[in-house]
Nanobody, 123 residues
Framework: QVQLVESGGGLVQAGGSLRLSCAVSTRTFSTYTMAWFRQAPGKDREFVARIEWTGDSKYYADSVKGRFTISRDNAINMVFLQMNSLKPEDTAVYYC????????????????WGQGTQVTVSS
């Protein structure tokens, strides 16, 4: 069973930056596509970004394209989300998710989830 633990959330002013981290416990991390989703109060969970298990394909939601960057380090079983130029509308709980091999932009594709980390952007 894959376990995921997010960290790095917090309170930041608009225009600031945060870097989220997700530690993944599995012996076969390199075969997992990793994704970040977020959920704001009263809203559905939405796709933010994913990096395929091959490492050479990255996908982003239009709302974060050009501001957020997803990356992974297979040597230490971690995935990161660098968030720059943050906006108040980025405020949400951010979740790390994993699926073996190929992923998608839909939450239902991912069987493994972390507990989430709160990101709050003040105006």
């Amino acid at each position: 069973q894959v376990q995921l633990v997010e960290s790095g959330g917090g309170l930041v002013q608009a225009g600031g930056s945060l870097r989220l981290s997700c530690a993944v416990s599995t012996r076969t991390f390199s075969t997992y596509t990793m994704a970040w989703f977020r959920q704001a109060p009263g809203k559905d969970r939405e796709f933010v970004a994913r990096i395929e298990w091959t490492g050479d394909s990255k996908y982003y939601a239009d709302s974060v394209k050009g501001r957020f960057t997803i990356s992974r380090d297979n040597a230490i079983n971690m995935v990161f989300l660098q968030m720059n130029s943050l906006k108040p509308e980025d405020t949400a709980v951010y979740y790390c998710a994993a699926v073996a091999y190929y992923g998608a932009a839909t939450a239902a594709r991912y069987p493994s989830w972390g507990q989430g980390t709160q990101v709050t952007v003040s105006s």
